[in-house]
T-cell receptor
Framework: KAGVTQTPRYLIKTRGQQVTLSCSPI?????VSWYQQTPGQGLQFLFE???????NKGNFPGRFSGRQFSNSRSEMNVSTLELGDSALYLC??????????????FGDGTRLSIL | AQKITQTQPGMFVQEKEAVTLDCTYD???????LFWYKQPSSGEMIFLIY??????QNATEGRYSLNFQKARKSANLVISASQLGDSAMYFC???????????FGKGTTLSVSS
């Protein structure tokens, strides 16, 4: 069974640009969550999608957005990039989005660097 | 507010020794779940073990076990017989009140030497 696939693995952008990251969940998983990992703030929850609906959102500015498609694949978009957006972005999938029932399975992440 | 605290930035252990990684949590929910994940230098997060607040027994998964002390709000991870491949960052996480996100601690870096 293929795992969670995130593309691209590495990305370099400049301030002010926008970026789109992609996540393909494990087959059959309907929930996709996104997390940002930085040395200073650690791992922080961005948002969670289930059946194309955003069910939960972390404390991030509106520049961070996401969506989920009917095949459960998800994208997140960051507009007007800032230096502080440099981070490892991790995507996780689970069957129903309830970590207490099934653990979230993570992808390898996309490492975004802002110059 | 829910919170996870991992007070050990780094731990050093020799192969075949056991090691305990500390985790304390704060939540007002009577029902909650706690996770441990491993993150090697390559970046992926690997699920290790889960403990539910109402589970009667401490969770175990192979060489991993949880020392769950509910009254003290601690969920320490015990790794028995450490291996070189155990060198990684370890995160303790709590399910948030919405039930769909994980709140992570700052992590503990474990270094295993031969």
């Amino acid at each position: 069974k293929a795992g969670v696939t995130q593309t691209p693995r590495y990305l370099i952008k400049t301030r002010g640009q926008q970026v789109t990251l992609s996540c393909s969940p494990i087959s059959g998983h309907r929930s996709v969550s996104w997390y940002q990992q930085t040395p200073g703030q650690g791992l922080q929850f961005l948002f969670e999608y289930f059946s194309e609906t955003q069910r939960n959102k972390g404390n991030f500015p509106g520049r961070f957005s996401g969506r989920q498609f009917s095949n459960s694949r998800s994208e997140m978009n960051v507009s007007t990039l800032e230096l502080g957006d440099s981070a490892l972005y991790l995507c996780a999938s689970s069957p129903d989005g309830s970590p207490s029932n099934q653990p979230q399975h993570f992808g390898d992440g996309t490492r975004l660097s802002i110059l | 507010a829910q919170k996870i605290t991992q007070t050990q930035p780094g731990m050093f252990v020799q192969e075949k020794e056991a090691v305990t990684l500390d985790c304390t949590y704060d939540t007002s929910d009577p029902s909650y779940g706690l996770f441990w994940y491993k993150q090697p230098s390559s970046g992926e997060m690997i699920f290790l073990i889960y403990q539910g607040s109402y589970d009667q027994q401490n969770a175990t998964e192979g060489r991993y076990s949880l020392n769950f002390q509910k009254a003290r709000k601690s969920a320490n991870l015990v790794i028995s017989a450490s291996q070189l491949g155990d060198s990684a960052m370890y995160f303790c996480a709590l399910v948030d009140q919405a039930g769909t996100a994980l709140i992570f601690g700052k992590g503990t870096t474990l270094s295993v030497s031969s």
